[in-house]
């Protein structure tokens, strides 16, 4: 006998849309060992910005490469 799902939970869970400037995303290894080393080196030489169309952390860019102040908030030369 099959259990039923507890409430809120739900297998057809729908899929995010595909982001619109998904060019701008840096691309990751697929299989677990290889992203793990990849984050681990990411994490040590660049900076995680966020996507301006879709909200994620998903572009990275060497560090120093994005450093100059404008009314208090960081600018972001890379997405322009």
Do not use: F
Not at 3 to 10: C, Q
Not at 35 to 46: I, V
């Amino acid at each position: 006998m099959a259990s039923a799902p507890r409430p809120g939970w739900s297998r057809n869970v729908p899929r995010e849309p595909p982001c619109a400037r998904i060019e701008l995303h840096t691309l990751s290894p697929d299989d677990y060992v290889s992203w793990h080393q990849w984050s681990e080196q990411m994490l040590r030489s660049h900076r995680a910005l966020k996507c301006p169309a879709c909200g994620r952390y998903a572009i990275w860019v060497p560090l120093g490469v994005v450093r100059k102040k404008r009314r208090g908030r960081l600018t972001r030369y890379a997405l322009r």
